[in-house]
């Protein structure tokens, strides 16, 4: 992982620098704004010396002894008139360069969020399988919104500078001596600061990784809240959100303590620091020049002095404890993002990668081999077959045994450690995977269906589609009755997840969103399982008919499934076990036969079969 400051760069030049003349230009007004706003103080001391005191002539600094007026009245108008202006255009500088900053902070942290975005759903199926839900949605909100703090605080951090050195620069004009002095007081602040930066970037690096903790807690407590309140556990997950929530307010106290205390520190710093100039400069006026110094000091200069060092002394504080404060949390947050961004776990593809070109649909694994990263043993070991164009395919087996593994190597869902995956000859690894995907159609056990209505999910991967196409899909699989009973038909809303509609009634509709952009090659990974004997036939009929001109593929648990297949695959134990037709298969009274029997009831399960046939209810 990167250092902060070079997360921070990394994020900077690769995204906030094509807005940087935006950003420039909004600081420009505000520094604008910022030396507008040293002229009433300036102008106030000369004011109260000339026209009040009658201490001294009325001049300013830097300004041609000829422009000013030499009459009372027409200094009074100009002290007046100078003010008047310098408050309108600072205003209108101010408003209009924070609203030019602000717009590229925006335009920078959309870019981040949509480009760190892209990344996570580039990123490979073993990196998604290693990572927390809830810690990646935290990174892609929380963590990017906090970095609005790097802009922000990048912004405080030169409007707080400008502040300190345009007050010192008008204070050098008037009294170097004094100036010096009070120099000192500044620099006290910030060497104070860096002990406080020190000691909080630990802490923020804290309260981000409780953040993510937290939301992959509450994410599971209400995403499963269905199995919570069915086993009575709301109280086990009352007490697990509780030690999350305790853990982020343990990591957040502790900054707030820091901070309280250096606030403190820093306000006791900056009051004696104003006492202390009141009465040295009330000495240097009553007896003159004090130790080495020389020039003369007066009222009006003083209190010019009084209020830039109020001026200036705020934003040092500031830029020692809010600038501070929102880089470390900015920090703690880039280290995040860009550890998602640069992250070298993703399907590798070359930029000139041909399309997937399928004339026939002809699928052929030639020893393929595959282990998850977690997985001490092999998932697949050297499974080898192919398919014939439009051949329903049916893939049984165990629970565990390889199944769905050996179809997600075919998506390039993972890409095999051996071996090879070809489509129509064409090895899936060297093609265009999005090319790859879209000549292949998939219905997984639990599909997720989107908030929206029926039709918009049914043309969820063909958004141009019509609703008589969605409405022809949905019929293909078994959809169409029970849609057309609902409130609004196709265009009623089945909200997050579909979990207004029922586990077959969300298959149904996931069948359909697979077959509606007509792929060459149909993936069902147990797509029967959560519909009725009679939805059933009709979903096999239709995979019947699509088979004669598309490969399809079913994974199934209830071998009635797949009992009309072209082919049955018989997976055990991430090993292709046999092959063949129903009939081929039962002759050859191997595994699947026992499954058979099993599931039909002709034999009853015993420890040596059940292993092999947890995988199926019995019919």
């Not at 209009?96 to 490979?124: F, K, M, N, P």
């Not at 923020?204 to 407590?221: C, K, P």
Request: net charge negative.
């Amino acid at each position: 992982m990167q250092t902060p400051q070079k997360s921070i760069g990394y994020l900077l030049h690769r995204f906030a620098r094509r807005h940087w003349a935006r950003f420039t230009e909004g600081i420009c007004f505000l520094l604008l704004a910022l030396f507008l706003q040293r002229i009433p103080a300036l102008f106030i001391g000369v004011a109260l010396d000339a026209l009040l005191l009658e201490s001294r002539a009325f001049t300013l600094p830097l300004l041609p002894a000829g422009w000013i007026p030499t009459t009372t009245n027409g200094q009074a108008l100009l002290t007046v008139g100078v003010l008047g202006a310098a408050i309108i255009v600072e205003s209108a500088s101010k408003w209009y360069g924070q609203l030019v900053y602000e717009e590229a902070t925006l335009r920078t942290l959309h870019e981040i969020r949509t480009t760190t975005y892209d990344t996570a759903t580039s990123l490979s199926m073993r990196f998604h399988d290693t990572s927390e839900g809830g810690d990646m949605l935290s990174i892609l909100n929380d963590d990017v919104d906090n970095l609005g703090d790097l802009f922000d605080g990048a912004r405080d951090g030169v409007l707080y500078g400008g502040d300190i050195l345009s007050a010192f620069a008008f204070m050098l004009l008037l009294n170097w001596n004094l100036a010096l002095v009070v120099a000192a007081l500044p620099l006290l602040i910030v060497a104070t600061g860096r002990v406080y930066a020190a000691l909080l970037e630990p802490r923020f690096d804290a309260i981000r990784e409780s953040v993510g903790a937290m939301n992959v807690r509450l994410r599971d407590a209400i995403e499963g809240l269905d199995t919570v309140k069915a086993f009575t556990q709301e109280a086990r997950e009352r007490a697990r959100v509780a030690d999350a929530s305790t853990e982020y307010k343990r990591s957040k106290w502790s900054a707030i303590r820091l901070r309280a205390v250096y606030n403190r520190v820093s306000w006791l710093i900056a009051a004696v620091g104003i006492w202390g100039l009141f009465l040295l400069g009330g000495y240097w006026i009553i007896a003159g020049p004090p130790l080495w110094f020389t020039q003369t000091l007066s009222a009006g200069t003083l209190l010019t002095f009084i209020m830039y060092t109020f001026s200036f002394l705020d934003p040092t504080r500031r830029l020692a404890v809010d600038v501070i404060n929102k880089f470390e949390s900015a920090q703690a947050s880039s280290k995040r993002v860009v550890s998602l961004l640069q992250s070298g776990d993703r399907i590798e593809e070359r930029d000139d990668a041909p399309d997937l070109s399928v004339t026939e649909g002809r699928v052929e694994y030639d020893g393929v081999s595959f282990s998850y990263p977690t997985a001490e043993e092999q998932t697949l070991r050297d499974v080898s077959f192919a398919t014939d164009s439009g051949e329903f395919v049916g893939v049984v087996g165990s629970t565990g045994a390889g199944k769905s593994t050996l179809m997600k190597l075919l998506f390039r869902f993972y890409d095999p450690d051996s071996g090879t995956v070809r489509i129509d000859g064409q090895d899936v690894t060297t093609v265009d995977v999005e090319s790859l995907r879209d000549q292949i159609g998939y219905v997984s056990q639990e599909p997720f269906l989107f908030h929206g209505t029926v039709r918009e999910n049914v043309a969820y991967a063909t958004p141009e589609a019509t609703r008589e196409d969605a409405v022809t899909a949905a019929k293909q699989a078994g959809a169409h009755e029970f849609v057309r009973e609902l409130d609004d038909g196709y265009e009623t809303t089945i909200g997050e997840r579909g979990a207004t509609l029922s586990g077959g009634q969300r298959q149904r509709i996931a069948i359909a969103r697979a077959i509606l952009p007509d792929p060459p090659i149909l993936v069902f990974d147990e797509a029967t399982s959560h519909v009725d004997n009679e939805t059933e036939v009709d979903i096999q009929r239709s995979l019947h008919e699509m088979s004669g001109d598309k490969t399809v593929f079913a994974i199934a648990h209830r071998l009635s499934t797949v009992r009309s297949a072209d082919r049955i695959l018989v997976m055990d134990d991430g090993r292709l076990a046999e092959e063949g037709t129903h009939e081929e298969l039962l002759e050859e009274d191997g595994t699947y036969a026992t499954l058979w029997r099993i599931q039909t009831g002709e034999i009853a399960v015993t420890d040596e079969t059940a292993g092999r046939a947890e995988s199926g209810v019995v019919e």
